[in-house]
């Protein structure tokens, strides 16, 4: 009789652990489930349509953010730069190359629970396309950085928080890239870690 | 032995299967259950048929990833009581809206280039008013987009592009200085009768 809870004890732990765990894993921010990879960049463009799959909608709850419809835009979202470290506020990071076309863009640091970061210095933790430098070909640099930089500077400076860890959105206003031929362009901007704080 | 291996392997079978169910459920009960979920912060924070900007204080604000170069803004409809009709002034800056049901799923989205004359006026209806209106041969219907839905309640959310937010110029500021085209945007209960009924007679 022993054996036999005990079997259907073995039982529930298995299926509560693996059920609990793998439906947590898949909607962790930082997993792709239903997305789709650009380098270091993960977009939902699936979120948007009627037939949006149950994991896409509980990631939009579990997250608590407004998604973008298709003629809106689309949001990608880094949790890592390009060799797949994660993001850390005590790291330099610079942020280049092209986006897909879109009217307007703008690019945030978000801490890991949504929240917007706020900077202690004087500078911004967001750039858009409109207050950007560019060069030749719409190519642009952005240099996320504790310490003011010539240039893009996106400002990640928060006191006490240094081996916390932040992720990046660029959304792409009024994209061609959410019709319905997909994902038009490939091409987003590199994210490559510079010099790191001791 | 081979009774005791059969019997680990019905367990982990069985504790698979469950955790299967398991996982399903929580996929499926998450968005019902969600705390976090952006409706239910909304539904606390506006009326049907009252068109609420969002603050945009960032710690104010209970919504997620937040675009601090946008000012926000909610109308919730509830098409039992009437259609809505929305609409704001032609402006030249970038602006877009999604219409949400009540679950948080997009049935129709615009901007600003995709509007007609690049002015917001959308009217949002179930399917029987929407038969109704394209019954009544309403000369100004032309004028709306026309947007369907089977669900009854739900919001629209407008996002309009504000670079020189306050939140943006300094991040210890909490204060808004709102959205010009957020401040004409109106929301309100569309009187579908009197369409309607002026056929009729």
């Not at chain 1, 149950?54 to 880094?78: C, M, Q, S």
């Not at chain 2, 069985?14 to 996982?23: E, K, P, R």
């Not at chain 2, 705390?35 to 609420?52: C, G, I, P, Q, V």
């Not at chain 2, 100004?140 to 959310?157: C, H, P, Q, R, S």
């Amino acid at each position: 009789m022993l054996r036999f809870y005990l079997t259907i004890l073995c039982a529930l732990a298995i299926g509560i652990g693996l059920g609990g765990a793998s439906a947590w894993y898949s909607l962790r921010q930082t997993h792709s489930f239903g997305g789709i990879n650009i380098g270091a960049w993960t977009a939902w463009p699936f979120v948007s349509g009627g037939n949006a799959d149950p994991y896409t909608i509980a990631k939009v709850v579990r997250d608590g953010n407004i998604p973008l419809g298709a003629a809106e835009g689309l949001a990608f979202e880094a949790h890592a730069d390009d060799n797949g470290d994660a993001l850390l506020f005590n790291c330099d990071y610079i942020l280049s190359g092209q986006t897909p076309p879109a009217r307007v863009w703008t690019l945030a640091a978000y801490h890991e629970n949504g929240s917007l970061v706020k900077t202690s210095n004087s500078g911004k933790s967001a750039v858009y396309s409109g207050n950007i430098i560019r060069f030749g070909e719409s190519g642009f640099r952005v240099n996320i950085s504790t310490t003011p930089v010539a240039g893009n500077w996106l400002s990640v400076n928060e006191s006490g928080n240094t081996n916390k860890t932040f992720y990046l959105m660029l959304r792409l206003y009024d994209t061609p890239s959410t019709s319905t031929t997909g994902l038009v362009s490939r091409r987003m901007p590199t994210i490559l870690r510079g010099e790191c704080l001791q | 032995m081979p009774a005791m291996m059969a019997r680990a392997f019905y367990t982990v079978f069985s504790g698979l299967v469950l955790a299967g169910i398991i996982h399903i459920m929580i996929i499926i009960l998450v968005p019902k259950y969600g705390t976090k979920d952006a409706w239910a912060y909304l539904s606390e924070r506006s009326k049907n048929y009252e068109f609420t900007q969002l603050q945009n204080d960032a710690n104010a604000l209970g919504l997620s990833e937040i675009d601090p170069f946008f000012s926000y803004g909610i109308c919730r409809y509830d098409l039992n009581d009437a259609p809505l009709k929305m609409q704001g002034d032609a402006t030249e800056s970038f602006w877009s809206a999604s219409v949400f049901d009540e679950g948080g799923k997009i049935i129709y989205s615009l901007n600003d280039r995709t509007a007609l004359n690049r002015e917001l006026s959308v009217l949002v209806v179930d399917q029987i008013q929407g038969l109704e209106l394209k019954e009544s041969n309403w000369e100004e219907l032309d004028n709306f987009i026309l947007v369907e839905t089977n669900a009854t309640k739900g919001y629209v959310v407008l996002r309009a592009l504000q670079p020189d937010n306050a939140l943006v110029k300094d991040s210890n500021a909490s204060e808004n200085n709102g959205s010009e085209f957020l401040d004409l945007v109106s929301c309100e209960k569309f009187d579908i009768e009197s369409v309607t009924k002026a056929i009729d007679s």
